[in-house]
């Protein structure tokens, strides 16, 4: 349950009652929490854009280049996700070690159109390229 901020401001009209015994004390807390709790749906920059999108370019042109099974595509992208392998399976109806052995399948293409791809690395050399620090005269 999340703390609402007429919670807060109910707490604080206590006098000198834990946890909120000063005004400035509690304004300290509420910024604290706003801090803490607000930061979620933060834009990225335009060098973390530029790098997302390079990886998403790598990625989506990696899978269509593997000429993986659509079984194979629906485990990886659900792999990817952040899904289990027993949580795959489930979805699919079958076992975990059916839906790993998928996953092993469509890994094994991966690393082979990985290797002949032409764009293999650029979201990393982009990304090591703008975090040098050049030389300031």
């Given at each position: ?76 992208e ?12 489930k ?8 839906a ?29 390229e ?5 030389s300031?005269?």
């Amino acid at each position: 349950m999340q703390a609402k901020e007429t919670d807060f401001w109910i707490a604080s009209e206590r006098n000198g009652e834990y946890p909120f015994t000063r005004e400035d004390s509690f304004e300290r807390k509420l910024r604290r929490h706003r801090k803490l709790h607000m930061n979620l749906g933060e834009p990225l920059d335009a060098q973390q854009q530029a790098i997302a999108y390079l990886e998403r370019v790598e990625m989506e042109y990696l899978l269509q280049r593997a000429e993986l099974t659509p079984r194979q595509r629906y485990v990886c992208e659900q792999y990817l996700n952040g899904l289990t392998l027993r949580e795959i399976g489930k979805r699919m109806g079958v076992s975990k070690q059916a839906a790993a052995k998928t996953l092993k399948f469509a890994l094994v293409k991966l690393k082979r159109a990985w290797r002949s791809n032409p764009f293999h690395g650029l979201a990393e050399v982009y990304r090591r390229e703008v975090s040098r620090v050049g030389s300031r005269r």
